[in-house]
T-cell receptor, first 117, second 111 residues
Framework: GAVVSQHPSRVICKSGTSVKIECRSL??????MFWYRQFPKQSLMLMAT?????????EQGVEKDKFLINHASLTLSTLTVTSAHPEDSSFYIC?????????????FGPGTRLLVL | QKEVEQNSGPLSVPEGAIASLNCTYS??????FFWYRQYSGKSPELIMS????GDKEDGRFTAQLNKASQYVSLLIRDSQPSDSATYLC???????????FGQGTELSVKP
């Protein structure tokens, strides 16, 4: 299989602080990782595509200065929520794309639940 | 706008029955199709991938793809209460591996 980890699994922070979430592909290299956000009872929302060694590509409406993404190695991407506010409270999920003969497959991390007080 | 459509459900089936989940997509250029299962409060988990027309079986799961009709389905045989979850259909795009997800179908398997 393909294993993707995320850390931390849960974080509570005060409004105005920054929070960093790590996403690691444990048994494969991933040139591309993705960051999603999901609110309760809603669908996954893609925030950005993270490419190793280059700038992330953000989806329309996602503030790149607020959600900083770094993909410095083939196994690690980080998402930093800067100056977090209560409306940023959500379930953040990363995925890593494993390429193969048939194309690529996204494997998801377990997610990080962020609560901003 | 490329779209992936699923019935939102909930779909309720009795234990032991066959659950049938359907998905249509708009982009004829799509080549890769995926089914993910998401339990409440958890992240999505890959169930099946399918790339060619026809059926692909894996245990109790069968994925069916018909590119001419732009239709992909997932059959779950001998449904169990543990299969109760939201099932997400996902279709690839030409944009660096991005997937387009359907809104998900909630499946409830009643004992």
């Amino acid at each position: 299989g393909a294993v993707v980890s995320q850390h931390p699994s849960r974080v509570i922070c005060k409004s105005g602080t920054s929070v960093k979430i790590e996403c690691r592909s444990l048994d494969f290299q991933a040139t591309t990782m993705f960051w999603y956000r999901q609110f309760p009872k809603q669908s996954l929302m893609l925030m950005a595509t993270s490419n190793e060694g280059s700038k992330a590509t953000y989806e329309q409406g996602v503030e790149k200065d607020k959600f900083l993404i770094n993909h410095a190695s083939l196994t690690l991407s980080t998402l930093t929520v800067t100056s977090a506010h209560p409306e940023d409270s959500s379930f953040y999920i990363c995925s890593a794309r494993r390429t193969g003969a048939s194309g690529g497959t996204q494997y998801f991390g377990p997610g990080t639940r962020l609560l901003v007080l | 706008q490329k779209e992936v459509e699923q019935n939102s459900g909930p779909l309720s089936v009795p234990e032991g029955a066959i659950a049938s989940l359907n998905c249509t997509y708009s982009d004829r250029g799509s080549q890769s199709f995926f089914w993910y299962r998401q339990y409440s409060g958890k992240s999505p988990e890959l169930i099946m991938s399918i790339y060619s027309n026809g059926d692909k079986e894996d245990g109790r799961f069968t994925a069916q793809l018909n590119k001419a009709s732009q239709y992909v389905s997932l059959l779950i045989r001998d449904s169990q209460p543990s299969d109760s979850a939201t099932y997400l259909c996902a279709v690839d795009t030409a944009y660096g591996g991005k997937l387009i997800f359907g809104q998900g179908t909630e499946l409830s398997v009643k004992p």
